[in-house]
Nanobody, 126 residues
Framework: QVSLVESGGGSVEAGGSLTLSCKTT????????LRWFRQAPGYDCELVVG???????MYGDSVKGRLTGSQDTSQTRVSLQMNSLKPKDTAVYYC????????????????????WGKGTQVTVST
């Protein structure tokens, strides 16, 4: 059984930093590419970073240069270092493992994409 568990969310002031972690179970090396997504109230689900099998990371345009993702060598655990946080970064952050390949979703936790964690709230205040 596949599970993904996020940790590390919380509340910070603008300019602050947080580190999110995602631990997966039930996945094997190269099984399902891991991703970080986020969703703010009233907005579509947004890709934060996606990890490739060769260790590469691809970032969403709104976070380039401020958020850094990393993946362990087993490709079953990922982290997200968030620096220079802004109020617009406020959202629920989800770890996801791509399995179905469906990309047309607007809301996070769409099972057609794959497996999702429950999410962790990040709140950035001014």
């Amino acid at each position: 059984q596949v599970s993904l568990v996020e940790s590390g969310g919380g509340s910070v002031e603008a300019g602050g930093s947080l580190t999110l972690s995602c631990k997966t179970t039930g996945l094997s090396y190269g099984d399902s590419p891991l991703r970080w997504f986020r969703q703010a109230p009233g907005y579509d689900c947004e890709l934060v970073v996606g990890f490739g099998s060769e260790g590469s990371a691809m970032y969403g345009d709104s976070v380039k240069g401020r958020l850094t993702g990393s993946q362990d060598t087993s490709q079953t655990r990922v982290s997200l270092q968030m620096n220079s946080l802004k109020p617009k970064d406020t959202a629920v952050y989800y770890c996801a493992a791509e399995r179905g390949g469906y990309r047309g979703f607007r809301n996070c936790k769409d099972p057609r994409f794959g497996f999702w964690g429950k999410g962790t709230q990040v709140t950035v205040s001014t």
